[in-house]
């Protein structure tokens, strides 16, 4: 039986507004894309299924909520300090423009060590504008 995800993990109808640590996020234009990087996260680099997720659409532009609005008090001070901290709040607004665009975001565990094969992967496979979220760090990664 496979681990259980970290409690930190995104799931699927979560409401936290950040990724988790240690995620690889990359961007796919199609519901086949988004099915070949599933499928190869999965083959090639023995990912648990239940640990990598995708969004869609609006509702999943609204998960992502760039300005905090969805997620209450606490959901617009937590983007208001993105708002100063690296790339964030350039990341969010991307991330949520290209999914209401009609294309998909899939997300992946990786750490420091496995996240650029993590990448690899998903580029040989269609994503694009792929980072990793780390505990303190947005890093863009080009495979």
């Not at 496995?114 to 980072?131: F, K, L, P």
Request: aromatic fraction near 6%; include cysteine.
């Amino acid at each position: 039986m496979p681990d259980d995800p970290p409690e930190h993990q995104y799931q699927q109808g979560s409401e936290s507004l950040s990724f988790p640590d240690d995620t690889v996020v990359g961007i796919v234009d199609d519901p086949d894309g988004a099915i070949a990087v599933i499928e190869a996260l999965l083959e090639e680099e023995g990912i648990d299924e239940d640990r990598v997720t995708f969004m869609c659409g609006e509702s999943g532009a609204r998960r992502i909520d760039p300005e905090g609005e969805r997620h209450g008090l606490l959901g617009r001070l937590q983007r208001l300090v993105q708002h100063y901290s690296d790339k964030e709040p350039e990341n969010v607004q991307r991330q949520a423009d290209e999914l209401r665009a009609g294309r998909y975001l899939v997300t992946a565990p990786a750490t420091q060590e496995t996240r650029d094969r993590v990448a690899a992967v998903m580029a040989a496979h269609g994503a694009r504008y792929i980072n990793h979220y780390g505990t303190w760090t947005v890093t863009r990664l080009e495979a």
